[in-house]
């Protein structure tokens, strides 16, 4: 087979490297693709937000027999309903079950209509009324806004000014856009054992019929060591997450996953392809933070490494809707990546820093910001790249991406040095 993949970044890149093992493929192709993507697979130079553009590619390559669609944004356009119109095979929810997490009112709502167990919360578009509604429930309150914002369109706010000034960024000011438009407000979670609460990664691959949950992955959103700094796009991951047991999954299959398979299918928007979820184990019990229709990044390049199962298999089973036939099995140990990147990141910071990698042992290189210029590998966006090692566990993997991590350079590289550290119990 030959297979495209749509992104850029570091999960893409992953998604590929799980893929060139399969038996199955023969050529990968990525749209557009890194300096990574590019040693694996042809780098096609289409925007894939531009749809016309992306169908008209896909009509003069008809070699091309599989198509995974991996971000957010093609995937709310409604890219994999337009290939598939075309009688193109995809892996991706089509647009009306990708609003799970297009629209994070439609998930509230959905997850109230099924008893899908979440945070309290309340919808606004006005935002008088919103006003008075935070003002009534004071601090600490959560700002939603409701669609897609970068992974940034959330404000957790410890204080009522914060609240204050924060609904009106969102509301008034447009900071996201229209994204703004309607926001969530919702109640606070407390962690059981840690403040903020103790977060993990459920992806999982789902043909609409069957779920199967992947291994767990927990990642590092702040900037800075000890969760200090701005939010990122992720600065690092680990898998398996320590706090999780047989008996939590068991629970999380049943109040979770399950009902929401099937309240996709109840309201007639069912899901095929990666659903995630962004759980919170809270003084209440486990709950969801938030869903994804698709692959986390950085999660993907921690989990896809630990798959022993051929991952094209998997994604024919979930496009033919026979995932229930097949056995999903996971490799024992753990699997940690630390991201590099580029100084000033996530607000401004310098491209086309030359990037010296010297011996990494046996980690994989997963490529995010990177291209080449002149022959030369260059920086070429803010999180360049993800150091990924395997070991026993997760703290003799984290010291091999460390140790790698050390090898390699360029001008205002910064990493955060506490990846893998944190929900360690007992
Ligand atoms: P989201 O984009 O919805 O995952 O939210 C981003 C981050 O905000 C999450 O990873 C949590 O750390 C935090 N967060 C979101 N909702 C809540 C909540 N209701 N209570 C506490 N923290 C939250
Ligand atoms: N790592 C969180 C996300 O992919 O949205």
Redesign the pocket.
Known sequence: MNVLVIGNGGREHAILLALKKSPKVDKLYCMKGNAGTAEIAENVDVDYMNIEAVKAFAADHPEIDYYVVAPDDPLALGLVDELENMGKRCFGPRKNAAIIESS?AYAKRLMKKYNIPT?EYEIFDDYERALAYVRKKGAPI?L?ADGLAL?KG?L?CKTLKEAEDGLKEIMLDRAFGAAGNVIVI????RGLKYD??E?VSVLSFTDGKTIVPMITSCDH?RAQDGDKGLNTGGMGAFSPCPFWTEELEKEVLQKIMIPTVNALNSEGRTFKGCLYF?L?RTDKGIKV??FNSRFGDPETQVVLPMLKTDLMEIFEAVTDGRLGDIKVEWESGACVCVVLASGGYPLGYAKGKEIKIGDVGDCTIVHAGTAVRDGKLVTNGGRVLGVVAKGENIESARVKAYSAAANIGWENMFYRKDIGIKYREG
């Open positions: 994070k945070a959560v939603k992974g959330v957790v919702e109640e606070c979670l903020p609460g977060e959103k962004g919170m933070v938030e």
